[in-house]
């Protein structure tokens, strides 16, 4: 059975995880993974290309994950940056750990070698043994892109990084659009539409609709491959009780002219969904298109993970059993 999941950070690893989890428990040793990451929160900083949404999943499905912050290192020690601060460079409103820093030291020697981002990621997979899992991570992208806000500060309109947005202004300074930068140039990594194409299932995590989702359906060939797809299409809603149990998707959602409300996330996928997880409070519970599961989708540990994504892959074979809807 071959599994293909678009992903962004926290929401998407935790999903993924469980899903994992869930594979090993029921004895499903034959499932085999794909996961497209997003690139579009990718910042150069010192120097060094850092991959936020790529390092969630390696290091969440890799066991070494911070688990209270969702993302960076267990057992991180910050001295670089420390240093970095005494010595005055900028920024300093975006941490990373010495761990972690040998993750971007790495990708960005082999990147500057001339490797493609995503042969540098099958690199920084074996180190988490995601092959001996028959995980397979692809960037959506080999072509650099950043996702830039579009603010209003004072002067006029101006783009910032997403990273900028999201991280030193907890996406309080009010947004204009998104735009991705080096979208106009980009094409799908190697793999990403065979991926589409070839699954048996594909899943959306509960991650971000708009700034993790929503990036990787703009690459080109992405959404077109997704609504060509033989494989049914289940996704996971990011809303409990009608908000984004962590993070700003309220804020993304808004800035993009739509309600946060399940039903509306849909509507964001409605020309390839098939299949839709809302929690069991969520008014959408029992309608019929998409086809409708409600379940409790708190993913409070890594056995709720998976009960959510155990929900999810049954209703993907459930509806391919059936024959897809087209
Ligand atoms: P990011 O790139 O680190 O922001 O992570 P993602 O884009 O992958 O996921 C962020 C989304 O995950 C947010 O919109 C959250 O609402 C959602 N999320 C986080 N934890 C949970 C959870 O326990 N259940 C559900 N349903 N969604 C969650
Ligand atoms: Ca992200």
Known sequence: MRITALAGGVGGARFLRGLLHHLERTGDTDAELTIIGNTGDDITLFGLRVCPDLDTLLYTLGGAVHEGQGWGRADESHHVAEELVALGAQPTWFSLGDKDFATHIYRSQLLGQGM????????LAARWGLPDRRVTLLPMTDTPVETHVVVEQGGGPEAIHFQQWWVRHQAALPAERFVVAGLDRATPAPGVLDALRTADVVLLPPSNPVVSIGIILTVPGVRDALRGARAPVVGVSPLVGGRPVRGHADVCLETIG????SEAV?????????????????PMAGRTRPVVLARPLLMSSVGTAADIAGAALGLGRRLAAKGTPA
Do not use: K
């Not at 981002?117 to 690199?123: C, I, Y």
């Not at 739509?258 to 409300?261: G, H, I, L, P």
């Not at 849909?266 to 809302?278: I, K, N, P, S, T």
């Open 116 to 123: 493609p981002l995503s042969a540098v990621t099958t690199h």
């Open 258 to 261: 739509v309600a946060s409300t």
């Open 266 to 282: 849909a509507g964001l996928y409605a020309d390839f969904l098939d299949g839709w997880l809302v929690d069991e409070t969520d």
